[in-house]
């Protein structure tokens, strides 16, 4: 990893949603301790157990989302947009000193298949705005089927663009994309989240319009990376 510590503790907020619990589940297979997090505990602990179940050996616990992210090293933020400003606020005194992934995609229902920015143009800008510099703030795994992710035999093939200001904290996530089983790249600046996450209604229509259920993003031409 980017950081000193190979196998941190992953708080991952919203972790009972699809996609948190996808990347919740490879990580724990991986050897990361896991915490999910989630607004109530009870729900939390129930659906950590579950996740238990099909990865024995593996270390996953469910906590309140504020004692989740206290307890962890790092923290994944897996909420829908409206949820996103709320759960930051109830979480933020534990997040100083963290990095913080942000998969958030601000998309406003019922029109998910179009661009539609955010005041603060991305969910990951307007979380480091909110946080401060205490907190470095990184976007990825937004362009990710959230059911591939759950389905323990499927192959993951696409990138996870990554984005942040701290490139030590890209790399730590780049690191976490491979332990999930997907290849991780730099993709610049925190700035440079407008355009990962504004991809996913654009993914999200291309599967509408073909008939698709999981398509991503692949960038060619690195075959060495």
């Known amino acids: ?88 606020e109830r979480v933020r005194p534990a997040l100083e000193g963290k990095i913080l992934v942000d998969l958030t995609v601000p998309l406003r229902p019922p029109a998910v298949r179009r661009v539609q920015l955010p005041p603060g143009q991305a969910a990951a800008l307007e979380a480091q705005e909110f946080l401060g510099p205490e907190v ?8 990710v089927s959230a059911e591939v992710l759950d389905d323990e035999g499927a192959t993951v093939d696409c990138d996870v663009l990554v984005c942040g200001n701290d490139p ?13 089983g997907m290849r991780g790249l730099h993709a610049g600046q925190l700035a440079n989240a407008v355009a990962v996450e504004s991809l996913t209604p654009v993914l999200l229509f291309i599967n509408r319009r073909y008939g698709g259920r999981h398509s991503g993003v692949r960038i060619t031409g690195l075959d060495d990376v």
Do not use: K
């Open 1 to 88: 990893m980017g950081e000193t510590w190979e196998r941190c503790s992953i708080a991952v907020l919203g972790g009972t949603g699809a996609e948190g619990s996808g990347l919740a589940l490879r990580w724990a297979r991986a050897g990361y301790p896991v915490i999910i997090g989630s607004r109530v505990e009870e729900r939390a602990r129930a659906h950590a157990a579950a996740l238990q179940a099909r990865a024995a050996g593996a270390d996953i616990r469910g906590a309140e989302n504020r004692a989740a992210a206290e307890v962890a090293d790092l923290v994944v933020l897996s909420v829908p947009y409206g949820a996103h400003r709320p759960t930051l």
């Open 168 to 180: 030590d904290a890209r790399e730590t996530v780049v690191t976490l994309a491979a332990a999930a």
């Open 136 to 143: 470095r703030v990184v976007a990825a795994f937004q362009n």
